[in-house]
């Protein structure tokens, strides 16, 4: 994997500022759906807020030493998002700014030291806090276009994409799936994934490869115009 701890932070950086942008709308476009089935633009916008607040925990975590998953229970995730579909317009906004300022601010004051500190992720994974940027950086880039509100991948950055794409293929191959073999049209990165099947050649824009991978809205088929092979669902 070739992206850096600089890279996730400027990343992180960048879909921060692009979510913020896209969420800031009145409450009837945050009461609409967003492209993730069976939530408004108002759940998304509270997962976000609350992932911000959950990474937070994981900083503190770093910064001392003192045990503080990212959320105490799954019941306790699935009410702030509830909580924060509930909210005005203005109260969600708030909380989405407020939470992004915080963590932006804690993880500015981490030592060198404390960002090799080992966390524990909401999957159980043991990460050093530097491992935090990338995870803030695909949960707002991802998100941000998941809002609907116009943005696509090919908004975000090709490195990004690239990183996203090595790490989507890094978890499906560890899952069922079919074979696959993909390659950047414009870029010419590629990605085998091995699976079922002989490996379904697919090929396209970066931006429109990683839609495919990450089980977004795509325009990528097969050779022949052929469907591309249906996926399971990614995050
Ligand atoms: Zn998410």
Redesign the pocket.
Known sequence: MSRTFEDARRWAQLGTVLFVQAADLDDAALDAPSALPGWTRKHLVA??AA?ADALGNLVHWAATGEHTPMYSSPEERAAGIERGAGMTAAELTGWLHRSAEELAASTAALSDEQWQSPVVTAQGRTVPATELPWMRSR?VC??AIDLGTGLTFADLPADFLAALCDDVIGKRAQGPGPALLLEATDTGARWELSGEGLPAPLTGPLHEITAYLTGRAHALTAPGGAPAPALAAW?
């Open positions: 997962h976000v992932n949960e991802v998100h995050l």
